[in-house]
């Protein structure tokens, strides 16, 4: 998303020069990346921004800064993306999120999501969204439910970024039609942000 959004607590915005460091600091947190190949450096998260802000100027969407709008203060990332590798379900564009640990437990992921969701289908026309992740990954899981997704255990796939019998290899993957997002639109309480 090339512009701002926002929700009841949030603004998912392009990364700007001041989100780097506490980017930087998320990405270097062992439990935020437990279900990931390893911790991240400055370096290597400066060039994730860089390639999200990249690929934001190509296709008009990609993951945000998240920020609180009470404080202003960057909590994490989340957003539409390209799936940037090829796979049984490629080519496709997921819905992701990361988010620093004092911002967990709140519904905020789900938040997030579900605004970058909204877009994905009412401003950008996609037709389906994907989610995947290792399937240890119980609270990502919870997440991708919550936004209506379902589990298509005919999808699981091997990561091919990741080295062959590497732990967190294996990875799940959730699916979310357009018209079934539409649906939810409908049932009370479920509002698009």
Sequence with gaps: MSQRIATARLILRPFEERDRAPFAAMNADAEVMRHFPARLSRAESDQIIDKVEAQRAKAGFS?????????????GMAGISRVGFQAHFTPAVEVGWRFARDAWGRGLATEAARAAVDAGFRTFGLQEIVAFTVPANVRSRAV???????????????????????PIRPHVLYRLARADWAATLDRPGTAAP
């Design 144 to 166: 991708m439910e919550r936004l209506g997704m379902r589990y298509d255990p005919a999808g699981d796939f091997d990561h091919p970024m990741l080295p062959r019998r590497h």
């Design 63 to 75: 993951f945000c800064a998240v920020e609180e709008r009470e404080t202003g203060r960057f909590v």
